[in-house]
T-cell receptor, first 115, second 113 residues
Framework: KAGVTQTPRYLIKTRGQQVTLSCSPI?????VSWYQQTPGQGLQFLFE???????NKGNFPGRFSGRQFSNSRSEMNVSTLELGDSALYLC??????????????FGPGTRLTVL | AQSVTQPDIHITVSEGASLELRCNYS??????LFWYVQSPGQGLQLLLK??????LVQGIKGFEAEFKRSQSSFNLRKPSVHWSDAAEYFC???????????FGTGTSLTVIP
């Protein structure tokens, strides 16, 4: 079974631009979560989508948004990029166990650099 | 508020030596507990998880972890480390409903020959 895939793997943008990152979960997984990883803050939860609905949300500004499609693929968007948005963005998918937590399987991440 | 503490930012061990990475959590109830490993430039790989039952859980790559409710701890152990174990290790907790994970800040492991 193919793992979680994220595209693109690397991205360079300038301040003020916007960016869209994509995540394809493991086949059959309906929950997709997004995390931001930086050296200073570690892994921080952005949001989680389940069946096209945002189920959980972390403490990030409204510039960070996401969505999930009917095939469970998810995108996250960051508008008006700031230098501090430079990070590794990780996507994780979970098996379909309803509202029960199981295990999150992570993709390789997208490395975003904001200049 | 939920929190996960990994007290050791960086650990150095000799190849063949034993290893213990510490993890403590603050939570209202017994959460689900996980250990992940991250190699440079890579995503996170699940090492092991604890949901319930036997408090000593076995994982991949020869790792094990023990859940101690009285200490709110979930320490990761390996009897003999290999040079390939050098990586960043993350402890994580989650409630048994929903999928919001809380991660510790990680422990960086260096293995010297």
């Amino acid at each position: 079974k193919a793992g979680v895939t994220q595209t693109p793997r690397y991205l360079i943008k300038t301040r003020g631009q916007q960016v869209t990152l994509s995540c394809s979960p493991i086949s059959g997984h309906r929950s997709v979560s997004w995390y931001q990883q930086t050296p200073g803050q570690g892994l921080q939860f952005l949001f989680e989508y389940f069946s096209e609905t945002q189920r959980n949300k972390g403490n990030f500004p409204g510039r960070f948004s996401g969505r999930q499609f009917s095939n469970s693929r998810s995108e996250m968007n960051v508008s008006t990029l700031e230098l501090g948005d430079s990070a590794l963005y990780l996507c994780a998918s979970s098996p379909p166990l309803g509202t029960s937590t199981d295990t999150q399987y992570f993709g390789p991440g997208t490395r975003l650099t904001v200049l | 508020a939920q929190s996960v503490t990994q007290p050791d930012i960086h650990i150095t061990v000799s190849e063949g030596a034993s290893l213990e990475l510490r993890c403590n959590y603050s939570y209202g109830a017994t959460p689900y507990l996980f250990w992940y490993v991250q190699s440079p430039g890579q995503g996170l790989q699940l090492l092991l998880k604890y949901f319930s039952g036997d408090t000593l859980v076995q994982g991949i790559k020869g790792f094990e972890a023990e859940f101690k409710r009285s200490q709110s701890s979930f320490n990761l152990r390996k009897p003999s480390v290999h040079w390939s174990d050098a990586a960043e290790y993350f402890c994580a907790v989650a409630m048994n409903t929903g999928n919001q994970f809380y991660f510790g800040t990680g422990t960086s492991l260096t293995v010297i020959p």
